[in-house]
């Protein structure tokens, strides 16, 4: 990754592209919280948190391990699945009210696979609320009308600013190349 000195400017223009990654869904009751994996264990917090607050009866954490130099890569040795059930089960959600998608190394297939393996296990939720990174939520939004497009769904994150987002290993310049990626892979989706 170039690295750039990111300016006022670059920073004003970021917030408006975080803004509009946002669509602001209000967490509803669902039969199912599915956690897409990340790099970033806040969402595995805030999804213990919705299922805490009696959202829904289970949790779903999917995501494979994020390997090489990607900008998402982690150095965790395990799948982010299995690292935001940990987190999930550390805030107090039973370990029995967690399942576990491993395989799932991008958006279309947290999906795609969370689907299967609910269905191989027989259940048959009729909504699912689906937590993800704030700048994630309209392009997971736009993945389940292709994966998923029948499934009552809301999509929600942790309420925070562009600026609130940032941690010192999640820099503005890593969060704002990223950032700047989903806002490209929306427009590439469109067209496939």
Same mark, same amino acid.
């Given at each position: 990754?170039?690295?750039?000195?990111?300016?006022?400017?670059?920073?004003?223009?970021?917030?408006?592209?975080?803004?509009?990654?946002?669509?602001?869904?209000?967490?509803?009751?669902?039969?199912?919280?599915?956690a897409?994996?990340? &790099?970033?264990?806040?969402v595995?917090?805030?999804? @213990? =948190?919705?299922? #805490? %607050?009696?959202?829904?009866? $289970?949790?779903?954490?999917?995501?494979?391990?994020?390997?090489?130099?990607?900008?998402?890569?982690?150095?965790?040795?395990?799948?982010?699945?299995?690292?935001?059930?940990?987190?999930?089960?550390?805030?107090?959600?039973?370990?029995?009210?967690?399942?576990?998608?491993?395989?799932?190394?991008?958006?279309?297939? &947290?999906?795609?696979f969370?689907?299967?393996?609910? @269905? =191989?296990?027989? #259940? %048959?939720?009729?909504?699912? $609320?689906?937590?993800?990174?704030?700048?994630?939520?309209?392009?997971?939004?736009?993945?389940?009308?292709?994966?998923?497009?029948?499934?009552?769904?809301?999509?929600?994150?942790?309420e925070?600013?562009?600026?609130?987002?940032?941690?010192?290993?999640?820099?503005?310049?890593?969060?704002?190349?990223?950032?700047?990626?989903?806002?490209?892979?929306?427009?590439?989706? @469109?067209?496939?």
């Amino acid at each position: 990754m170039k690295t750039i000195a990111i300016t006022d400017d670059i920073l004003g223009a970021a917030r408006i592209i975080w803004e509009y990654h946002q669509l602001r869904h209000e967490p509803i009751p669902a039969d199912i919280i599915v956690a897409l994996g990340t &790099n970033d264990l806040r969402v595995a917090e805030f999804a @213990a =948190e919705l299922y #805490l %607050r009696g959202i829904a009866p $289970l949790l779903v954490c999917s995501g494979a391990k994020a390997h090489g130099e990607d900008l998402l890569a982690t150095r965790w040795t395990r799948s982010e699945a299995e690292m935001y059930a940990d987190v999930a089960q550390q805030r107090g959600v039973p370990r029995e009210r967690i399942l576990l998608e491993t395989c799932a190394t991008n958006t279309a297939e &947290n999906i795609r696979f969370t689907r299967r393996m609910l @269905a =191989e296990r027989g #259940l %048959r939720p009729n909504r699912v $609320l689906i937590a993800v990174k704030p700048f994630m939520q309209r392009r997971t939004w736009a993945t389940m009308a292709v994966e998923w497009p029948e499934m009552a769904a809301s999509i929600t994150s942790p309420e925070m600013t562009l600026d609130e987002y940032f941690t010192e290993e999640l820099t503005p310049e890593k969060i704002i190349n990223i950032m700047v990626g989903d806002l490209q892979r929306l427009w590439v989706y @469109a067209h496939r």
